[in-house]
């Protein structure tokens, strides 16, 4: 790939100016071109990120040049590395999030709906109920289940709320997808008509199962 190799052959090199300094080269590449190299790297899987975060500057590089991706994979990363996650993590999903990401969005939103403190719950209903009108929740979903599929979970930085955002379960309607069935596949499937606090609580027992929260 035409990328990969302009980094190794950027690795090899160092530009040395009239002071004596050095520099990384990767330093001057376009913003552009930062952007789908962080992509492509890490795109498979979290662990690509990590072992390009030990090897080398570039993410802080991608990081002073205000690149989204790589704020939100690292910050991803931070938060939920094991055994021990950083909540600085979280400020990084944050920033990313309000600037667009919109997997940032749906992981910084389903982390402040499991929190336990009811403004953050709000908050996070904002972030969701944005998702839901563009229907990209499932894409998001899917697309945080392939990062983090191979990181080890249970750090702790998640504890499940036990307490439902529906507290009408006796009576409530409910909430079901469209094909009667509990394997929510498609944003098509997502019955906007009925209880929104269940289809919340849904989504957050999803979340829970993704990073091995029981």
Known sequence: ????????????????????????????????????????????????????????????????SGNIESLYREGLLKFFNYPNGNINGLGDLKTAALKGHIEAKYVYGMILLCSHDDESRKQGLEHMRFLRKFKCIIKCRNKVKQLVDDLWKGNGMLVRNQTPLCRSKKTCKGWRVKKGVWSFLDDEDDDINLCEYCRWDYEIDFFYQLFDVY
Do not use: W
């Open 1 to 64: 790939m035409a990328i990969v190799r302009l980094m190794k052959t950027s690795n090899k090199k160092r530009h040395t100016y009239n002071n004596g300094s050095s520099t990384s080269p990767i330093k001057s590449l376009p913003k552009d071109l930062l952007v789908e190299v962080v992509a492509r790297v890490a795109s498979d899987s979290i662990v690509d990120l990590r072992n390009m975060k030990q090897s080398s500057c570039f993410l802080k590089c991608c990081r002073e």
